[in-house]
């Protein structure tokens, strides 16, 4: 057994010193304000109208509403204003125009089949986009996508489109032994493939769009809702005691996650709508 040095039990006592101050002073500051650290009730906040009922409206209702205004409003005036040399409103939308079509839609799906999906794959991107970007905008603070619904609702669009493409396009028959017999499998395989390319149609891929969504819009309000709480707590609510200190930690962290969560909010649509390409890519393909 490995003996401990000192700079161990140091850090020990340190470490163990720092977490008494820190819990001593929430409870001290408690009935003022406090610590209040994210949980998962901040993605269920209270009713505003209908409460218990399917018509229920609270914030990340309202926050959808004004994101969807907001994103309608932006490509309205792009549309009124366009010009033959566009200024830099008029070319940050259609550079984002010309990206989906480009880099995802024709990358993927070919010119002929992008222009068939092209609406689609569009408005999946702007839509996400528009709604993970909430959770960075002051007086929102909460990503519209951060609860299932809207996931939820853009991941069985994809699937009801990967399904409609396939069968149209082979038939019902065709569509299930391409996907479910791939060719060049010893039969024996087939026990063991074609269960899990059946649970893939119809679970793992809107599953996994809708999963990989919501957990990093939940992850990144979390991040955010930790290092901002803390800043309050060690700057404003400790204020004249020794945990001010911790807030010149934590604050630029707050930016930094920010930061990130700008770049996390474009990847994830990004990657929604790169995959529902790839997804009814698949569809088409005589073989895959």
Same mark, same amino acid.
């Given at each position: ?11 020990? $006592? #340190? ?8 819990? %001593? ?5 408690? !009935?003022? +304000? @406090? ?117 939820? $609702? #853009? ?8 399904? %409609? ?5 082979? !038939?019902? +028959? @065709? ?14 395989i087939y026990f063991i493939l ?49 945990l001010m200190i911790f807030g ?41």
């Open positions: 057994m490995t003996r401990a040095g000192p700079n161990d039990h140091l850090g020990v $006592l #340190l470490s163990t010193h720092a977490t008494s101050v820190i819990l %001593a002073a929430t409870e001290g500051h408690e !009935g003022e +304000g @406090g610590f209040h650290p994210p949980s998962i009730s901040d993605f269920f906040p209270p009713a505003i109208l209908f409460e218990d009922t399917i018509f229920q409206i609270d914030r990340i209702w309202i926050i959808r509403i004004v994101a969807t205004l907001v994103l309608l409003s932006v490509f309205v005036i792009a549309a009124r204003r366009a010009k033959v040399v566009p200024g830099r409103f008029q070319t940050a939308v259609e550079y984002l125009l010309s990206f989906v079509r480009v880099q995802i839609g024709e990358e993927i799906l070919g010119k002929d089949n992008a222009k068939r999906f092209l609406p689609m794959l569009t408005t999946i991107f702007f839509t996400i986009l528009a709604f993970n970007l909430t959770s960075v905008i002051p007086g929102l603070n909460l990503a519209a996508t951060s609860r299932i619904g809207v996931p939820l $609702l #853009l991941a069985l669009w994809v699937f009801v489109t990967y399904w %409609a493409v396939g069968i149209r396009r082979h !038939g019902l +028959g @065709g569509y299930l032994k391409s996907n479910l017999f791939p060719p060049g499998v010893p039969w024996p074609t269960p899990i390319e059946l649970l893939q149609l119809l679970i793992i891929r809107p599953g996994s769009l809708m999963v990989r969504l919501v957990a990093n819009m939940v992850a990144g309000h979390i991040m955010l809702v930790l290092c901002f709480a803390a800043t309050q707590f060690f700057v404003v609510d400790s204020a004249g005691s020794g010149a930690l934590t604050l630029p962290a707050g930016i930094f996650v920010t930061l990130f969560e700008l770049l996390v909010a474009f990847l994830q649509a990004y990657i929604f709508a790169l995959l529902a390409a790839v997804y009814i890519s698949m569809s088409l393909e005589e073989e895959h």
